[in-house]
């Protein structure tokens, strides 16, 4: 079970110390959003890069944007661990998946909520993780969609099915009110943005979630 906290709802005047606030975290989610994919615009390799250079915890880049072929190794240049492109915005996520992992990071692929597992069934060993969105993406402090989590488990009997060793993430509206029933339906990996950045003390949130999904 692992915790990834979101920096959408951190102060981006402060970047660098608001992801030294969260030491706990098993990685640090970065919300690459173009103003075409989602109608929100936050940063782009650049930042995430400089993010990188100031900590030791590794990034998790969750890039919202069009084009995706074309941008995504860009962000494992910059320092990312991991490298989540949507599929709705790939052409071909074969072969980005195999350059992400070529290029020496974790492979990821997302699905908005409305869009069907099923199909990609046969490609999820060339995946390091798959990242289901429990809000439409574009905005953090969204209310968390329910109607995705019997997606999640039929995610989950697939990977257990094929015995592939990819992670499953979900990404909006986690909170210690959610969290568990994202855990029970199979989700070992757990975005969390507004839930983290509005608490008093963020890193014991962290942890406080990590607790509630292995409960
Ligand atoms: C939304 C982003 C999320 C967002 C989550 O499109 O992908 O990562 O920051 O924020 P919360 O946890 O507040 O829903
Ligand atoms: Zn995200």
């Known amino acids: 079970m692992q915790i990834t906290p979101s920096i959408l709802n951190a102060d981006f005047a402060a970047l660098g110390a608001e992801v030294a606030r969260i030491p706990s975290a098993d990685w640090i989610h ?75 990071a974790r492979a990821s692929m997302a699905l908005k909520p409305a869009t069907p597992i099923e199909p990609y069934e046969d490609m999820l060993a060339e995946l390091d993780m798959v990242l289901l969105m429990t809000v439409e993406p574009g905005f953090g402090g969204q209310k968390f969609l329910d109607l995705v989590l019997p997606k999640i488990r039929r995610a989950r009997s697939m990977m257990d099915k094929h015995g592939v060793e990819t992670w499953l993430q979900v990404d909006g509206g986690v909170s210690l009110e959610t969290i568990e029933r994202c855990a029970e339906a199979g989700a070992d990996v757990f975005v969390a943005g507004s839930a983290v950045y509005s608490a008093d003390d963020p890193d014991a949130m962290v942890n406080a979630l990590r607790d509630k999904a292995v409960s």
């Open 30 to 104: 970065v919300d690459v959003m173009d103003n075409h994919f989602v109608p929100n615009l936050t940063f782009g390799p650049t930042m995430v890069e400089a993010i990188s250079r100031s900590t030791s915890v590794p990034l998790d880049a969750h890039l919202m944007i069009e084009n995706a072929d074309r941008e995504a190794p860009a962000y494992v240049e910059a320092g990312c661990g991991s490298v989540t492109f949507h599929v709705e915005a790939t052409k071909a996520p074969v072969r980005l998946a195999r350059e992400i992992r070529a290029k020496g």
